[in-house]
């Protein structure tokens, strides 16, 4: 069940269809929709005799307070018109960036939802990637990325799970599961299947379909060759081709520089999904 989500908000143009997709899902699921308008508040710097409070940064805090309200109205007015129960939070960042904050509040809540970025727009993934990276390594939850041309959806239609026998793919899988049995079909997907005790079984992807099958889910294995193509568009492709409302997929980082390190797969399907994926590590 899916009783809390958390939607950061990014300041990017993609915010507006996240929200519309959390809203379908809190309106679909009965749960409580938590908005958080993040106040990100630039630390002091040092003088002489060490951190002294400044006239001028305590006006810019101010502003920047104020500006976070106005915008923070203005949400609230949209979860007043929605019906659901649900709030905005104006959470001021100082020693903290906001993407850290961010996946600070997620833990209080089953999942998280987030804008991702057109294909092409460099600032808004780089405003987005951040987030995308703390939430997914740092808030313990599966994150939910909705592209801004994708339709927001609670995944009534048909959804295709990326399948390998991973700790991530699992856990994406089962976190997953509330959404998955609002789907009327499922494509589990193994792509470049290997075979063998350590790879995906003598039948790669049958004993993943049978637990899901127990689930009540309508289940069907896809293998898929790479070919000359990566992991990312394969899948992607699939979802297209199948006309998928969900990808559900396991995100890989590095605990090192993860902003920028995250998994060449992970990386690509934030970066160029059509339709909403879901994520967990």
Known sequence: MIKDIVVPLTGTAGDANAVAAALEL??????HLALLELV?????VPGPWGMVPDASMAGLYDELRAQSEQRA???????KTSGIMGEVR???????EPPRTAAINARYADMS??????????????TIHPFFSELLMESGGPVLVVPPSSRPTSARGHAVV?????????RALHDALPL???AATVDVVVVDPRSGESGDGEQPGADIATHLARHDLRVNVVALESGSRSVAQVLLSHARE???????????????FREWALGGATREMLEQSHLPVLFSH
């Open 162 to 170: 990326a399948w390998r026998p991973t700790p991530e793919a699992s």
């Open 242 to 256: 199948t006309r998928a409302d969900l990808l559900v997929a396991g995100g890989y980082g590095h605990s090192r």
């Open 40 to 44: 990100n508040l630039p630390v002091p």
């Open 90 to 96: 104006v959470v001021e960042s100082l020693f903290v």
């Open 73 to 79: 109205v203005k949400w609230r007015e949209k979860l």
């Open 26 to 31: 809190a309106t679909a699921e009965g749960a």
């Open 113 to 126: 939802i987030i804008s991702g970025a057109d294909p092409g727009d460099a600032g808004a993934a780089a």
């Open 180 to 182: 998955l049995r609002r």
